[in-house]
């Protein structure tokens, strides 16, 4: 301890002679600079006064500093989160997919079904997710190809604001479940989004192959039930597998 307190005094001493010296310069020329320098003092000696710890000391400016930093760290990820709420928030199906239409099974059998809706387009059923494919359509995108661009595309699509551009999440299950098998993508460029929630960030993802502009939507059928899926409910090894598979679009 006694260390301690001939620290504090030399720190007192020292700061003391730093204050009367920034006091006389500022005398002339600052009104009341003399309780102005004082408070100031203080609080550096305040913030300068050791406290014992195992093995050594620690000032108290250091404690105020450390719960500095953690508050802005709190905060930083509570932003990070409530960031993350408002993006899944956006993404979920009563928002992406706004009032979906209702299909009519045509034909086929489980996991995937032949479907058509009031305009009488003709569709792909995923029975266990409840999503609903197109085939895939020709379209023209106006200069660089994104995804926001791709998605407005499909929102154009009758019922309005039903469709959406798919994501890689649900291309996987597309994949998965051997889609291709009941509708192939065919030869063409292809364009989907990956969503990145931690990041809150939307990627488009291309597949440059030969040929036209392709697009595939996706919507949901309310009455076939399932779940929505997203990139955390898939294995890494098996997106992984579906990210380095050259044949996932054909």
């Not at 309780?35 to 406290?51: E, K, Q």
């Amino acid at each position: 301890m006694w260390f301690l307190a001939l620290f504090f005094l030399f720190v007192t001493l020292l700061t003391g002679l730093a204050a009367w010296s920034v006091y006389r310069l500022l005398r002339p020329r600052v009104r009341h600079a003399g309780p102005l320098v004082l408070v100031i003092w203080l609080a550096g000696l305040f913030l300068l006064f050791p406290i014992p710890i195992h093995g050594g000391f620690t000032l108290t400016g250091e404690l105020y500093w450390d719960a500095l930093e953690e508050w802005l760290e709190q905060r930083a990820e509570r932003r990070q989160a409530e960031a993350k709420l408002r993006r899944e928030t956006q993404l979920r199906d009563a928002v992406r997919f706004g009032d979906a239409g209702r299909f009519r099974i045509l034909d086929g059998q489980s996991p995937w079904f032949r479907v058509s809706n009031e305009f009488g387009m003709t569709a792909h059923l995923h029975r266990a997710s409840g999503l609903v494919f197109t085939d895939p359509f020709p379209w023209q995108p106006d200069g660089v190809v994104t995804w926001e661009e791709a998605d407005a595309a499909c929102r154009e699509i009758a019922p309005a604001a039903t469709w959406a551009l798919p994501t890689q999440a649900e291309l996987y299950l597309f994949w998965r479940d051997d889609g291709r098998a009941v509708s192939p993508w065919g030869q063409g460029q292809f364009v989907s989004v990956a969503h990145d929630m931690d990041l809150g960030l939307s990627m488009t993802v291309r597949h440059a192959g030969p040929g036209p502009h392709l697009l595939r939507c996706v919507t949901r059928d309310p009455a076939a039930g399932g779940a929505a899926v997203s990139r955390d409910d898939i294995p890494l090894e098996e997106w992984n597998r579906f990210q380095l598979d050259p044949e996932r679009y054909r």
